[in-house]
């Protein structure tokens, strides 16, 4: 595996050493080892598994409140996304800035994504299927987000009109928010 930092601290992109022959292709897909070897002490309790049909589904942006913040690693097996996170962790240099990336089933990257972010993604492919784990499991009472289309964020989606769920399409601006999170 190659771990490539971010500027945003703690937020990593992990490429999986891929073996392939006529057959098809092995990978790690996680190594509890390397992440504890390159400081990302994290003990993953679930994992989550979505699919999208369309180009353009857009879902976030996501995240938990404490006591039940998630640290998450994504990555996608089928089609491709735009990745997009959201540093909401007062103190951070990157505060309030969103970092991107396409993560696909042929480029096998994955992103380490740490406590207090926002998350979400669209779809580029017809199909997607998009996988995450997770450090806490989910708790409905700490669900929050942030819209997708906030101006104060200015992130670069693909899609101009995306697919929302009724609940995406509700989520507060960010000066609504307050963010609990400290870097």
Sequence with gaps: MNLIETEFPGLVVIEPKVFRDERGFFLESFNRPFFLENGLPVDF?????AYSRGIGVLRGLHF????????KLVWV??????DVVVDLRKGSPTYLKAYQIELSAENFRRLFIPKGFAHGYETLTE???????VDAGYAPRSEAGIRWDDPDLAIEWKAKN?????KDNKLK???QFDSPFEF
């Excluded at 097996?77 to 735009?82: E, H, K, L, P, S």
């Excluded at 199909?127 to 784990?133: D, G, I, L, T, V």
């Excluded at 995306?162 to 009724?166: G, I, R, T, W």
């Design 77 to 82: 097996t089928r089609g491709a996304v735009n």
């Design 45 to 49: 309790v679930q994992d989550n598994h």
């Design 162 to 166: 995306p697919v929302l769920s009724e």
């Design 64 to 71: 938990q409140l404490p006591p039940n913040a998630q640290a």
């Design 127 to 133: 199909e997607s299927e998009f996988m995450y784990k």
């Design 173 to 175: 601006s960010l000066s």
